[in-house]
């Protein structure tokens, strides 16, 4: 499977975007999905993740109560939707996908750049 990351921007502190992930080549509905992010100077970090069916999300402790991971595997898309953002969110967002079978993220996205500004 292919991944297309696209919808980030440059948004003021408290703002919304909803950054999205396109599939192609395989369908997304096999794939257990997330998203992560890298700030600079800092280690990639998990952001989000959401079962085959939509059925089961996690979110790290940072986003939680602001983010929302979801799916449409009948598009082939999985979606981040950002409230309330803050300037700590600033960073290059990644999706990824494992692989049925695989124990890690093993197809990644290019990344989209988010910037929220104070």
């Known amino acids: 499977v292919q991944l297309q990351a696209s919808g980030g921007g440059l948004v003021q502190a408290g703002g919304s975007l909803r950054p999205s992930c396109a599939a192609s080549?395989?369908?997304?509905?096999?794939?257990?999905m997330a998203w992560f992010r890298r700030a600079p100077g800092k280690e990639r970090e998990f952001v989000a993740f959401?079962?085959?069916?939509?059925?089961?999300?996690s979110y790290a402790d940072s986003v939680k109560g602001r983010f929302t991971i979801f799916r449409d595997n009948a598009r082939n898309t999985v979606y981040l939707e950002m409230n309330n953002l803050k300037p700590e969110d600033t960073a290059v967002y990644y999706c990824?996908?494992?692989?049925?079978?695989?124990?890690?993220?093993?197809?990644w996205g290019q990344g989209t750049q988010v910037t929220v500004s104070s």
């Open positions: 990824a996908a494992k692989t049925p079978g695989m124990t890690r993220y093993d197809r």
């Open positions: 080549g395989r369908i997304l509905s096999s794939y257990i």
């Open positions: 959401i079962s085959g069916s939509g059925g089961s999300t």
